[in-house]
């Protein structure tokens, strides 16, 4: 009988959790005795639950947090970039928090910090990142804008501004350096120049 229905209450099962995700209300006890069953189903092994129905539902909850955070860039009308990480953060905090009581209330304990990092990626990996690097409004804008009083709010969280750090700093230096290459090679070509008319 497992089965043959495993499918169908798996997929069931995810079709409610993104309801809630949603913000409708289901009922959390009956998703619990069902989940219950993939568990009992492996007798102390997790094998039922992991491949059965938490492989599924954690591809489920990348893909809906990919959907998510696609539309909340879309719907960002924000000009200003500190108030869009704020915001930001802000959602992707609210999201972890509705993970951690779905697992508290009804998932199995050990699908937490799986669960947990696949919202971590897909909120703050993927579009914290593409945030970070807009041309106009992300960290490279600020940098080069000298904003000095906004960059310590983007370093309380977001790991990845070292990185576009390192960068705008090494662009920074190269063309330092590019210019003073071509100031020394002009004052060379002037010395040339010097010494060509004092030796005619």
């Avoid at 997790?46 to 998510?68: G, I, N, V, W």
């Avoid at 947990?116 to 409004?137: F, R």
């Avoid at 370093?155 to 960068?167: D, E, M, T, V």
Wanted: proline residues 2%.
């Amino acid at each position: 009988v497992y089965q043959e229905f495993n499918a169908k209450v798996r997929d069931a099962v995810i079709s409610l959790i993104d309801q809630e995700r949603e913000g409708e209300q289901i009922d959390r006890a009956l998703l619990k005795n069902v989940l219950d069953i993939f568990v009992e189903i492996g007798m102390g092994y997790m094998d039922h639950y992991e491949d059965d129905f938490e492989a599924a539902m954690l591809k489920d909850t990348a893909a809906y947090y990919s959907r998510k955070a696609s539309n909340w860039i879309l719907e960002d009308s924000c000009p200003d970039y500190m108030l869009k990480i704020i915001y930001w953060k802000f959602k992707a905090e609210e999201c972890l928090r509705g993970e951690k009581d779905r697992v508290a209330h009804y998932l199995h304990y050990s699908s937490e910090p799986k669960l947990l990092e696949k919202v971590q990626h897909e909120l703050l990996s993927v579009y914290a990142i593409q945030l970070l690097e807009k041309e106009h409004s992300g960290c490279h804008a600020l940098l080069r804008d000298d904003k000095v009083e906004d960059l310590p709010r983007m370093f309380r969280g977001l790991a990845s501004i070292s990185n576009i750090f390192k960068q705008h700093v090494t662009a920074e230096g190269m063309t330092l350096v590019k210019q003073a290459e071509d100031a020394a090679s002009t004052t060379k070509a002037e010395k040339k120049d010097v010494v060509g008319l004092q030796e005619q």
